[in-house]
């Protein structure tokens, strides 16, 4: 800990850096660089200090049987998440992957319905997301629109109407076994508490990171959202890496559709409403860059367990509705923040860097 | 030593609409040397380069690369020709490393059967790669894992001349390279193009810090309007007449070749 002289010092420092050169700024560089690392550890930081509070709160969130709830009702938006995150990247969003989700359960609700056959069911709502998430590329990127906000706010409002148009406005109950079973069932051989769709979050997890760290692919999309010019300019496929993030965005809503589908049994056009929401915030307090380029699955799934376990806590705690909303506004509104002030520490750091070389 | 030039430009016009941005504009480059590119804002400049570069293609004229002519119709065959560009703005990218901007947009990485974007990367490969380079142009850079966005500007500046240093083959082109730059980073970006000059690459350099013009160039050519309206050896002696050549004093009139 700092004390309040040694901290009034430091801030001295700061304001006299510029003005002589040699010495000073060494020091500030320091403390500007031990800010810059708790801003990126802040998010993991929190949330362990946040599930430490609430396992003393309540003797109830701890237990298993209780993070396994946390667990399964993080798995759809921790999957939205990791989607969300490879358009935010790029220095986009995608508005629609609620009602994508909604969609895909409802055209996978009718195809087993027809077909009976778990694997056309599976087949059918990974096609509806990634052809979703097509529309909204293509779409942005040939269409030639100033922002993705436009095209994917469209597609919001068409897939969910579609999915209530197929659906009549009903839930369409009855999802074969192994949709069920990665929903809803339990990895027995585990732990009797343990989630099958953790597995699936894993899963998707360890391949989105293989294509962002290992990839070429995933370099160009770190690439578009440094500099979307300056990728053009050294030859990067722009326009293709964009359509591509978008697909991906709109095949991991038909994923997550899997998973709520399966926990419900059913496929209803009510899912996923403001999923899209959960999904940018869980990014955004995760760590990531809303203004793209930076950012990791990681920060996604941080976010999405953060988000969930605030949910569950403050419902452990009896906390009403209302105020679970204004607690989640609130750590946003913080995240986006951080966010901004990590850019102007960072900006700060290169000029004191530049003073003190 | 009588071979054809590196770069050659003849006769290249560029047409934007009504307005004449290039009017046979010709130019040479040799290996070894750095050719200023003068004239004041508008007076085509960039418009060269950019065809140069295969940004912009031109409606008429040649460009030669040792003596033999290229159509420029993107920027991957200039590239792929051997010339590369800096441009005023740079291109970096801030969220990525010194290594990653190096070789964006042509990682190493394996296997070859697959398409490009879905090779694994060879980090360890580029690292040593971009290090190599980095030492031999003896650049002052912070930890090569840093992200582009934290550096100074003369070190960003560093960054891009040596990207482009490390895949040109036959030409580098400058934009502005000094004029965001403190004296002490223009200095550093000078002596990497001087070294570049030495390692047998042909520069050309656009940039109004007539200082620097004297200092680094063997040869000034003086654009105005989309015209060559002189040449001139940056001597002491010449410096007043390449200024009022830029401006477009009396003594340019009679350097026009053309009535």
Not at chain 1, 118 to 128: D, E, K, Q
Not at chain 2, 184 to 197: A, H, M, P, Y
Request: glycine letters at 10%; hydrophobic letters at 50%.
């Amino acid at each position: 800990m700092l004390e309040p002289d040694q901290i009034a010092a430091s801030t001295r420092d700061a304001v006299r850096a510029p003005a002589d050169s040699a010495a000073r700024p060494a020091g500030t560089v320091r403390l500007v660089g031990l800010v810059l690392t708790l801003l990126r550890l802040g998010p993991l930081l929190i949330l362990v200090v946040l599930i430490a509070v609430l396992s003393n709160l309540s003797p109830v969130f701890f237990t298993p049987q209780n993070l396994g709830n946390v667990l399964t009702q993080c798995a759809a938006i921790a999957i939205l998440a990791i989607g969300q995150l490879l358009v935010i990247l790029t220095r986009g969003i995608d508005l629609s992957v609620g009602s994508t989700l909604a969609l895909s359960a409802v055209v996978g609700a009718l195809v087993y319905a027809e077909t009976a056959s778990g694997f056309a069911t599976i087949l059918a709502m990974l096609l509806t997301g990634a052809l979703v998430g097509a529309v909204n590329g293509f779409g942005y990127v040939y269409g030639r629109l100033p922002h993705p906000f436009i095209v994917t706010l469209a597609t919001l409002s068409i897939a969910r109407g579609l999915a209530l148009g197929l659906s009549g406005g009903q839930p369409i109950s009855g999802m074969p076994d192994i949709v069920t079973s990665i929903g809803g069932g339990a990895a027995t051989w585990l732990a009797p508490w343990f989630p099958n769709a953790a597995f699936l979050v894993a899963a998707v997890a360890i391949l989105v990171t293989v294509l962002l760290r290992g990839l070429v692919w995933g370099r160009w999309i770190y690439a578009v959202g440094g500099s979307p010019e300056g990728a053009r300019r050294v030859g990067i496929p722009r326009s293709r890496v964009l359509v591509s993030v978008y697909v991906l965005s709109g095949l991991l809503a038909g994923v997550a559709a899997i998973v709520t589908s399966g926990r419900l049994n059913a496929g209803s056009p009510t899912f996923g409403q403001l999923a899209e929401l959960d999904a940018i915030a869980a990014v955004v307090i995760g760590g990531a860059s809303f203004l793209g380029g930076r950012g990791h699955v990681g920060n996604a799934l941080i976010g999405a367990i953060m988000i969930g376990v605030i949910r569950n806590g403050m419902n452990l705690l009896n906390v009403e509705a209302f105020l679970q909303l204004i607690v989640i506004g609130v750590v946003i509104v913080i995240a986006v923040e951080s966010d901004v002030i990590r850019g102007a520490l960072e900006a700060r750091f290169r000029v004191l860097k530049a003073a003190s070389a | 030593m009588s071979t054809a030039p590196t770069l050659a430009i003849r006769d290249a016009t560029k047409r934007f609409g009504a307005v004449l941005a290039l009017d046979s504009v010709s130019l040479e480059v040799s290996a070894g040397t750095v050719l200023a590119l003068l004239g004041d804002n508008g007076a085509g400049k960039s418009t060269l380069i950019k065809c140069i570069s295969g940004v912009h293609r031109l409606d008429s004229g040649t460009i030669e690369v040792d003596g033999a002519p290229v159509q420029m119709t993107n920027p991957a065959v200039a590239r792929a020709a051997g010339i590369e560009t800096v441009y005023q703005d740079l291109a970096l990218f801030d969220n990525l490393d010194t290594t990653a901007n190096f070789f964006a947009g042509r990682e190493e990485a394996a296997p070859a059967w697959l398409p490009r974007g879905l090779r694994w990367m060879r980090g360890k490969q580029m690292a040593a790669h971009s290090a190599e380079v980095v030492g031999r142009l003896k650049i002052n850079l912070p930890a090569r894992t840093a992200s582009v966005g934290m550096m100074s500007g003369g070190q960003r500046q560093a960054i891009a001349v040596a990207r482009s240093a490390a895949f040109a083959s036959r030409v580098v082109i400058l934009d502005e390279p000094t004029a965001a730059l403190g004296l002490r980073e223009s200095r550093q970006v000078l002596d990497l193009i001087l070294r570049l000059r030495d390692e047998g690459c042909a520069v050309i350099v656009i940039s109004h810090a007539m200082d620097h013009v004297m200092e680094i160039a063997d040869h000034a050519v003086v654009m105005r309007r989309g015209r060559v309206v002189g040449e001139a050896t940056p001597e002491p002696e010449n410096r007043a007449r390449i200024v009022s050549l830029i401006v477009g004093g009396e003594d340019s009139l009679s350097q026009r070749s053309d009535p």
